[in-house]
């Protein structure tokens, strides 16, 4: 894996981990640093605070926020930082996750979210939207995401 953290992983309690190994297989696959904290926005807003103001002076490029219920993390996440975020809606309630879903999809206007799918999908598209942003300015994730589509048509 590389050595510099670009990707940071944010999960709003234990119970989400499941999903959170998900992105972290495909990051450490494709060797993208990343690091992974849980902090729940509603009984730790100071600690998500952090995590997401010292992102970018720490080198991080994206940040991946994963939360179920009312889901605000990700919203209090983007609020916080410029940084790109992408959202995760987790089931986790009677209503299986959409209530996740409308709440990271629906965020007012100049506080941006990527949204992904509910649940394992999604977990694992944010570890390949986080891919795409990073491959931007890096040729060789770009290369790595080339191969992984052409490895489809096989």
Known sequence: ???K???RIIAGSKSDLKFVEITEQVLQEYEI???SFISSAHRNPEKTYSL???AEAEGIQV???M???AASLPGVVASKTTLPVIGVPLPGS???GLDALYSIVQMPSGIPIATMGIGKAGAKNAA???MSILSLQNPEIKQQLLNYRESWKN
Do not use: P
Request: hydrophobic fraction near 65%; charged fraction near 15%; aromatic fraction near 8%.
């Open 1 to 3: 894996m590389q050595e």
């Open 5 to 7: 953290i670009l990707v």
């Open 33 to 35: 640093g990343f690091d």
């Open 52 to 54: 997401a103001l010292e």
């Open 63 to 65: 940040i991946i926020a």
């Open 67 to 69: 939360a179920g219920m």
């Open 94 to 96: 009677d209503l299986n």
């Open 128 to 130: 390949f939207m986080a």
